[in-house]
T-cell receptor
Framework: KAGVTQTPRYLIKTRGQQVTLSCSPISGHRSVSWYQQTPGQGLQFLFEYFSETQRNKGNFPGRFSGRQFSNSRSEMNVSTLELGDSALYLC???????????FGPGTRLTVT | AQRVTQPEKLLSVFKGAPVELKCNYSYSGSPELFWYVQYSRQRLQLLLRHISRESIKGFTADLNKGETSFHLKKPFAQEEDSAMYYCALSPRGGYNKLIFGAGTRLAVHP
């Protein structure tokens, strides 16, 4: 099976802009989770979607949002970008509650 | 508060030496605990989980509820074990929410 894919792999944006990141889970996986990884805060949970519904949400401001489509692909959006949003954004898929998550390679976002 | 603590940023050992990567957690209840590993230029991947009680690549981890610890151990380190190791907690009913520790870099020297 193909692994989790994320696009784009690298992105440079300016403060105040918005960005959309995409994640395609492993075929058959219905759960997609998103994480932010920074040197200072480490890996932090953003949110999780299952069958197009957000099941869980981390402690991030409302500027961070996501959605999931009927084919399980997911997108996350960050509006009004701040310098502190520069990070590696990882998504992970799971068949639906096993707890074993398969991670993608990440999207490196740089905000200037 | 739900928290995972990995007190060591770097653990440096020689090949053949025993390894213990420490993980302590804070959670009021019975969480699920995992160890994830990231080898150089590879993706983050699951190493083991406490409910499976498996030994993967010679690594084991025992959940100690009294000490709220889930230390990762291997009796004889190999150079290919060099990687970043993350301990993670999933709250019961938390679906696929993982709370990660800061990670420990294991460096195994020849």
């Amino acid at each position: 099976k193909a692994g989790v894919t994320q696009t784009p792999r690298y992105l440079i944006k300016t403060r105040g802009q918005q960005v959309t990141l995409s994640c395609s889970p492993i075929s058959g996986h219905r759960s997609v989770s998103w994480y932010q990884q920074t040197p200072g805060q480490g890996l932090q949970f953003l949110f999780e979607y299952f069958s197009e519904t957000q099941r869980n949400k981390g402690n991030f401001p409302g500027r961070f949002s996501g959605r999931q489509f009927s084919n399980s692909r997911s997108e996350m959006n960050v509006s009004t970008l701040e310098l502190g949003d520069s990070a590696l954004y990882l998504c992970a898929s799971d068949s639906g509650g096993s707890g074993e998550q398969y991670f993608g390679p990440g999207t490196r976002l740089t905000v200037t | 508060a739900q928290r995972v603590t990995q007190p060591e940023k770097l653990l440096s050992v020689f090949k053949g030496a025993p390894v213990e990567l420490k993980c302590n957690y804070s959670y009021s209840g019975s969480p699920e605990l995992f160890w994830y590993v990231q080898y150089s230029r590879q993706r983050l991947q699951l190493l083991l989980r406490h409910i499976s009680r498996e030994s993967i690549k010679g690594f084991t981890a025992d959940l100690n509820k009294g000490e709220t610890s889930f230390h990762l151990k291997k009796p004889f380190a190999q150079e290919e074990d060099s990687a970043m190791y993350y301990c993670a907690l999933s709250p019961r009913g938390g679906y696929n929410k993982l709370i990660f520790g800061a990670g420990t870099r294991l460096a195994v020297h020849p």
